[in-house]
Every structure is written in C-alpha cells, then in structure tokens.
C-alpha cells in the first residue's frame, strides 16, 4: 500500500496533517502557498489556483470562471473557495445556487440561470461541471460570457478546451480562463511545503523529496495515503 511504501521519516511527518487537509476550509491555504511562491517567484506551478484563492478571500470575485485541468483536487479546492465566498455566509443557499453537468444541460439553461437575480443575498452561485462535455446552445454561454450578469458568480470546470472555439475565445479575452495544470516535481514540493506550512509544521526538502518520489504525482494518492 502507498503508507508502507513511505520512508519512517517522511511518513510520520505527513500523517501528522494529511488526514484532514482537504476536510479544512479551502481559503486558509491561500496565505500559506502565496508565502511560499514568495520565496520562489520563478515557479508558476500554482499561479492561478493562488489567484482563484487570494480572490476569494478578499471577496473580489470575478463573474465568471473557467477552471481548465485535469486534476480534479486542485479544482475542487478552487469551487470550494469560491462557493464558499459567494453564498457561504448569509443568503439561502438553495435559491441561489445551481449545479449543472455539461452532458446533461445546454448553454441556455446555464446563462439563465446565471442570468436569475439572487433571493436576500448579494450574490448566485452557479457551478458547471465538465463544460467542455456541453454541445446545446454553446453559443448562448458564449454571448453571457461576455456580457456576464454582476451578482453572479458562474464557475465552470473542463479537462480541456478548445482554444479555436468562440467559447474559449471569449472566455481568454475577458480573462475568465484560469488553468489549473497538474503538479509535477517542483510544483509537488511547493504544494507539499505549503500544505505542512499551513498546519504548523515544516517539511524539509529531503523528506519532501522521499514523499513525493514514495507517492508520485498523483494528488488523489497522496489524499488516500
């Protein structure tokens, strides 16, 4: 199993906040990965994922989001974040929230409901899970994108988009696309580092490097370790 495979050292280190790093609020590891990429502004591997959470905790949100990647944790941390910011406190979260999937669902339904006003609260959350599955009325996501409604907070993930399509297009010139790659080497032990640091502790970069070489890149694993 992962946990036999870690090195003694490295294991008793991370089991020490692993258990609960995905259960704590997604906002709180903003400050800690900025720190972080402080020290090391040449490595852009969590740029836009540390834009998405400075965003959210300033309550500066944009009105759209287009999270590209295909690592499923980085977004979810991301949707988290900015569910959390937009209906989180106040409101009545279950007339001012929609969650669609792109095979089931059309862009007209998804702009009209990002269109709908929100109900004793300041903003809508609507979330689009796998837009890039969408075929229906793409065009009509299209022409919200770029005359989006203010109090709403759209947020739509994909695996991949196709730059040469008027979605994509509009999506990149309004500066709605955010790409959340997958961590490798360097960019897992900042994650890593910026994790521990968040709860307290310190990871050094030799039992970081027997971490990620015991787990590999796949963040998925290291949650299950």
Same mark, same amino acid.
């Given at each position: 199993?992962?946990?036999?495979?870690?090195?003694?050292?490295?294991?008793?280190?991370?089991?020490?906040?692993?258990?609960?790093?995905?259960?704590?609020?997604?906002?709180?590891?903003?400050?800690?990965?900025?720190?972080? =990429?402080?020290?090391?502004?040449?490595?852009?591997?969590?740029?836009?994922?540390?834009?998405?959470?400075?965003?959210?905790?300033?309550?500066?949100?944009?009105?759209?989001?287009?999270?590209?990647?295909?690592?499923?944790?980085?977004?979810?941390?991301?949707? +988290?974040?900015?569910?959390?910011?937009?209906?989180?406190?106040?409101?009545?979260?279950?007339?001012?929230?929609?969650?669609? /999937?792109?095979?089931?669902?059309?862009?007209?339904?998804?702009?009209? =409901?990002?269109?709908?006003?929100?109900?004793?609260?300041?903003? *809508?959350?609507?979330?689009? *899970?796998?837009?890039?599955?969408?075929?229906?009325?793409?065009?009509?996501?299209?022409?919200?994108?770029?005359?989006?409604?203010?109090?709403?907070?759209?947020?739509?993930?994909? +695996?991949?988009?196709?730059?040469?399509?008027?979605? =994509?297009?509009?999506?990149?010139?309004?500066?709605?696309?955010?790409?959340?790659?997958?961590?490798?080497?360097?960019?897992?032990?900042?994650?890593?580092?910026?994790?521990?640091? *968040?709860?307290?502790?310190?990871?050094?970069?030799?039992?970081? /490097? =027997?971490?990620?070489?015991?787990?590999?890149?796949?963040?998925?694993?290291?949650?299950?370790?």
């Amino acid at each position: 199993s992962a946990r036999t495979s870690i090195p003694t050292a490295a294991w008793s280190l991370w089991s020490r906040f692993v258990d609960r790093k995905w259960a704590e609020p997604a906002l709180k590891w903003s400050a800690s990965a900025s720190n972080t =990429a402080a020290k090391s502004p040449s490595r852009p591997y969590l740029a836009d994922l540390r834009t998405i959470l400075a965003a959210a905790e300033s309550g500066k949100l944009q009105p759209v989001y287009a999270l590209v990647g295909s690592e499923a944790l980085l977004n979810d941390r991301a949707v +988290t974040a900015l569910r959390q910011a937009t209906i989180g406190e106040g409101g009545i979260p279950g007339f001012n929230e929609d969650v669609f /999937h792109g095979r089931e669902t059309n862009g007209a339904s998804v702009a009209a =409901a990002a269109s709908t006003l929100p109900m004793m609260s300041d903003l *809508r959350f609507v979330l689009v *899970r796998h837009v890039d599955a969408m075929k229906s009325s793409v065009d009509a996501l299209t022409a919200y994108v770029t005359e989006p409604n203010p109090s709403t907070c759209l947020v739509m993930t994909a +695996t991949k988009l196709n730059g040469s399509t008027k979605f =994509a297009k509009a999506l990149k010139k309004k500066g709605f696309r955010h790409d959340i790659k997958p961590l490798k080497g360097a960019g897992l032990l900042e994650f890593a580092s910026g994790e521990a640091k *968040r709860r307290g502790h310190t990871l050094g970069r030799d039992a970081g /490097h =027997a971490l990620v070489d015991a787990v590999g890149d796949d963040l998925a694993a290291l949650n299950d370790a």
